[in-house]
Structure formats: structure tokens, C-alpha cells
């Protein structure tokens, strides 16, 4: 392909991302299950960019798990965003920035329902207008908040106390980067890199002195599957999905992998639990399975935080291993204290997934 | 006419997610091909494009009793890969709509699990104001959380506290309580747009 051919190709992956003045968009999902994730985000917004985000108590789910299960009818989940925006509205903020992928997807869906179908928008005000008494006007900017810390990756590498970097033997750390499904493949020009060779993660990685690992199975979805993950007896189709990308990404010896989707981070995390309980088999080294993270708390780490601020003592899948190849100091007895050191005993030890480099027992 | 768009065809066709599903399919199976459910179900979105097209009533009817339509995760990779732009799982989600508003679903096993998901999603959407919210979310139904969750689960007050989170606090922040006020206006339009009726038909038709 000729030079001015393939920047034609890439002009349409170019996207806009807000500079500053945020209204941020939560996740049920990361909320749950990485509840320091949110918190590191608006930390690195405020303290280490100096940008302005406003963090609104009023807003509520954006109904994208139901939608997606289909519980909810579409009206239902366009109305739910048109209070959101109302909400923004109300906050005087015009760049919605969004935590979850799911919703980053529902909210692309919305705004592209409401540009192709004018009638639909009127529709979805006069249901907003009947249930709530609202208004609303839709952002000028939606992003995933991905894009924002890929958009100020280079400030971050600039305040670096770590980076993505074996410190044993200077050489980069091999990662798989995993996008979630509705980052890009819905919509692939408001994804920076589009669907085939999303950027937005490999960037972060790049930048920060990492290695990003190509594998076959590398876009394959972590098979949340909505409705599958949910219901106990279909939970197998999550699994199986997930162990796909495992196996294939096993021969190429990843140190960790980074995510920025709610579910992808949960699923990479535990079914690497259950495929070491129920068949023996682990994918790390020595019987540790490989560190699942969220793009935020890879940035705390490269920032230099303290591990167990950021939360890593909620994963299965432990993490350890990764700090130690990033030369990070850390206190293994301090892992499972609450708050104010108070001490709350620790999980239970897994049979066959190693979690610590100590003896792995309960006695 | 007007009978034309009471029919069920008619009325899939009138669903917004319908007409952005539904293009001139060319056989090619690049979406059964890259499809998840594909490969670990007996599930072919290539057929159901295929088919739907010159679907007559009665064919939709036994298409929306079938357990075909349940085994699709949504990822929506058929939608990045299609080159004549149709989107299978547009077209699915189009399909369960309608089944589920016309009770159909209930015929099959995979629909008649709309009562879970009903009961979990949609019952912590009323009460919380959250798809999933911890509380909710035991080992017994949800073993592959792990020790870890246990662990979290009976220390969560002081694990969030320490992390910085608002659990079922006032104000801002992670896992806020989320106030009366905005749970009714959640409500309002849940009942506005017709999610209630939705619930209410899945609790009808499902065998408990």
C-alpha cells in the first residue's frame, strides 16, 4: 500500500477526545468487581493531569446489561441515556466520557439511532419528558475513558516511577492487550485504530516500555455472552470462549494482560481460576496464572502506587509475579489488611492456582 | 396494508434494530465464521440472515419459539465483519423483542431462562439502580468468583472503605447508595417504555 493510501485508511480511525472538562459515565460492573478502578481513574485525571471531571451522584445504569439480555426494550435504554444526558445538562458539562464498554456501545448506539431516525429522538424526548418532567441535549463528545488516558499516555510515562520493563534482564514485558467487543466492533470509526487494529491499549503499552504480543485468537470476545454469563447452565459458553484466547495466547508467554472492558477483566481473571481448579491447568509460570489488569491500575503501577491501593488484592489471579518482574517493592502480609490495617484474615487458598510464593496452605 | 403491518413479519419489520440488521445477504458465512456462539453452540447466523429475509408467518412464528434465537452473546463481531453491513445480532435482538412481547419465548428451553435473568438483572435495576451490585452476588450461585470474593464479600465495608469507595453511602462515588428520587425516576421510565410489561409477560409466561 502506498504511504498516502494507508493514511487515508487511517484517517478514519482518527477520533476526537475531549481535553478536559469531563462528565463521567460509571460501570456497575467495574464498581463491583475492580472498585479501585474508578477511583484510580479520577485520581490520574485530577492529581496527575490537573483536568476537571464531575462525578454525579444522580446517574444511575445505563440499563446496557439488560438491554443486551434483552429485558429491557431499546426505548428503555435510549430514555435511560436522554436522563443521563439531562443530568450532564444540569452538571453544564458537554463531553460525556464513559467507564464501561458495554456502555460506551450503548451510548454510540443511542446517538446513531437518534442521527439516522429523527423521529425515534422525538419519541425517545417525549418518554423522557412523560416519566421524568426532563429535557435534554446530547454531548458534543462521547469517549471511552480509554481514549483518555491513551490521549495523555506520554504525561503519564513522563511521571513514571516504573515501567513496563523486566527489570532482571532490561527487556520489554511481553503483554496481550484484549479490547471489549463494543469498543469498536459495533462502531468501528469511534474507536481509535477501529475494530481490526484497535490502538488504544497497544498505544499505553508502547509508550510505557512494554511489548505487545499478536496471537491468533487476539480480537476473539472473553465470552461474557450477557444472558450466557448470567444464567448458571449456560455460564459454560463464558468459559469456553474464554479458554480459546488462553490457549492461544499460551505459547506466546505474555507477562500480564491489560484490558479496558468491565467483564473482559472479570472473566480473564476467574475462569483462569476455574480452568487451574477443575482441570490442573495453568497458564503462568510455576502454577500462577497470568495478571489480568485494567488499563488504570497498569497506570498506577507505572506511576508508582502502592499495589494494594489500587485493588490488586481483589484479583484470583495473583499479581505478584508481574511486580516482581517490574522491580516493585511490596509487603506480601500487608496484602489482605482493611482499612486502617485492620486485620480481616485473607481469601482462602485455592487448590491448584498458586497465589503466593509462600507454602499455599490453611493451617 | 395495514393488516400487513399487524402481521408478526410486519411488525419485525418495523423494529428500528430490524431495518439496521437486515441488508442483501450474499451467503458468504463470514459471520457464522467468526461468531463465538457459532462454535460452541448449534448456532449458524449466516442461516438466520439467510432466512429471514423471505420468512413467511408461520416460519417466524417457529423461529421465534426456537431456542435459535437464545444462543447469541451480543458481542456484535458479525457487525464488523459483514461486507454487505448486516448485523445478525441486531437482527437477533429484534427477534427475542418480539418473541418475548408475544409470548413465544416460553415454547422454547433457552427462552423460558428469561425468568432468571428477569429476576437478577431486572429486579437489581429496581431495587439498586444497578445492573449487579455486590450484595447480590454469592459463591453459591457464582462458585468461579473464587476465595477472593468470599474474602471481599465479608469485609466489604472495610476492603471499599480502604479503596477509597462510597459504598451505600450519600454523595458521589463508588457504589453510592442511589437515592429514592432518582430509583422512581428510573422507574418512571421503566414503566413509560414498556420494560415493565416486558417483566411482567416473562414472569407470565416462564415455568417457574
Redesign the interface.
Known amino acids: 500500500m502506498i504511504k498516502q493510501g494507508k493514511k487515508n485508511v487511517w484517517k478514519e480511525y482518527q477520533k476526537e477526545i475531549p481535553d478536559d472538562n469531563y462528565y463521567y459515565a ?1 460501570s ?2 467495574r ?2 468487581f475492580f ?2 478502578s ?2 484510580i481513574f479520577l485520581r490520574i485525571i485530577r492529581e496527575v493531569l490537573g483536568k476537571t471531571i464531575y ?7 445505563c ?4 438491554y ?9 435504554t435510549m ?2 441515556a436522554a ?1 443521563q444526558f439531562s443530568l450532564m445538562n444540569i452538571a453544564s458539562q458537554k463531553n460525556f466520557i464513559i467507564s464501561c464498554v458495554t456502555s460506551f ?1 450503548i451510548y454510540s448506539e443511542v446517538m446513531e ?1 437518534w442521527k439516522h ?1 429523527p423521529e ?1 429522538l422525538e419519541k425517545t424526548r417525549e ?2 419528558r ?3 418532567g ?1 429535557e435534554f441535549s446530547s454531548p458534543e463528545i462521547i469517549a471511552h475513558t480509554s481514549d483518555i488516558i491513551f490521549k495523555y499516555r506520554e504525561q503519564i510515562k513522563e511521571k513514571a516511577k516504573f515501567l513496563l520493563v523486566n527489570k532482571s534482564t532490561g527487556k520489554p514485558l511481553r503483554v496481550v492487550e484484549h479490547i471489549g ?2 469498543y ?3 462502531f ?1 470509526e469511534k474507536g481509535i485504530g477501529g ?2 487494529f484497535p490502538y488504544v491499549l497497544a498505544g499505553m503499552v508502547e509508550n510505557w516500555g512494554g511489548e505487545v504480543i499478536d496471537y491468533p485468537e487476539r ?3 472473553c ?6 454469563y ?8 463464558s ?3 474464554t479458554k ?1 484466547k488462553f490457549d492461544s495466547m499460551e505459547a506466546y508467554e505474555p507477562d500480564f494482560i491489560i484490558t479496558n472492558c468491565p467483564g473482559c477483566t472479570f472473566f480473564l481473571d ?2 483462569q ?2 480452568i487451574a481448579e477443575m482441570e490442573e491447568k495453568t497458564y503462568g509460570k510455576d502454577g500462577f496464572g497470568i495478571p489480568v489488569l485494567t488499563y488504570e491500575e497498569v497506570a498506577g503501577l507505572v506511576l508508582g502506587w502502592d499495589p494494594y ?1 489500587l ?1 490488586l ?4 489471579v495473583s499479581v505478584e509475579p508481574l511486580l516482581d518482574k517490574m522491580g516493585i517493592n511490596y509487603n506480601e502480609n500487608d496484602k ?5 490495617n ?1 486485620d ?7 487448590f491448584n492456582l498458586k497465589v503466593t510464593k509462600n507454602k499455599q496452605n490453611d493451617d | 396494508m395495514s393488516q400487513e403491518r399487524e402481521s408478526l413479519v410486519g411488525l419485525l419489520k418495523q423494529d ?2 430490524y431495518q439496521e440488521a437486515v441488508h442483501a445477504c450474499i451467503n458468504c458465512g463470514t459471520c457464522t465464521a467468526i461468531c ?2 457459532a ?3 448449534d448456532y449458524d447466523p449466516r442461516r438466520l440472515i439467510s432466512d429471514i429475509q423471505n420468512v413467511n408467518e408461520q416460519e417466524l412464528v417457529e423461529i421465534l419459539k426456537s431456542d435459535i434465537i ?1 444462543y447469541c ?5 458479525c ?2 465483519r459483514c461486507p454487505r453491513n448486516n448485523v445478525p445480532g441486531f437482527l437477533i ?1 429484534a427477534l ?2 418480539l418473541s ?1 412481547d408475544k409470548g413465544y419465548f416460553a415454547a422454547s428451553n433457552e427462552g423460558n ?2 425468568l ?3 429476576r ?3 429486579e437489581n ?1 429496581i431495587k439498586y ?6 450484595d447480590e ?1 454469592g459463591t453459591e ?1 457464582h462458585p ?9 464479600r ?2 466489604a ?9 462510597n459504598y451505600k453511602g ?7 447508595r ?2 429514592k428520587e ?2 422512581d ?2 422507574y ?8 415493565l410489561d ?2 411482567d409477560n ?1 414472569e407470565r409466561y416462564c415455568n417457574d
Do not use: M
Request: glycine letters at 8%.
Open positions: 460509571r456497575c460492573i464498581q463491583n472498585p479501585a474508578e477511583t462525578d454525579d451522584e444522580h446517574q444511575t445504569t440499563t446496557g446489561i439488560a443486551h439480555s434483552d429485558i429491557v426494550p431499546f426505548d428503555t430514555t435511560v436522563r456501545g439511532t431516525h425515534i418518554h423522557l412523560n416519566a421524568t426532563r467487543c463494543h469498536a466492533k459495533i468501528p475494530a481490526e480480537r476473539h470476545c465470552g461474557f455472552g450477557f444472558r450466557h448470567i444464567i448458571k447452565e449456560n455460564r459454560g459458553y468459559l469456553s470462549n480459546l476467574r475462569w481460576y476455574v491501593s485493588g488484592q481483589l484479583h484470583q489482605y489488611l482493611g482499612n486502617n485492620e480481616i484474615g485473607r481469601p482462602a487458598f485455592p | 428500528v434494530l463465538p456462539a462454535r460452541f453452540y437464545w452473546g451480543q458481542c456484535l463481531s457487525k464488523t435482538t427475542r423483542s418475548q431462562k428469561q432468571t435473568v428477569k437478577i438483572v431486572g435495576i439502580g444497578y445492573c449487579v451490585f455486590i452476588i450461585n468461579e468468583q473464587g476465595p477472593v470474593w468470599e474474602w471481599y465479608n469485609n465495608d472495610s476492603i471499599l472503605k480502604k479503596l477509597g469507595a450519600e454523595g458521589p462515588g463508588t457504589l453510592r442511589i437515592s432518582d430509583l425516576e428510573l418512571n421510565i421503566l414503566k413509560e417504555t414498556k420494560a416486558r417483566f416473562i
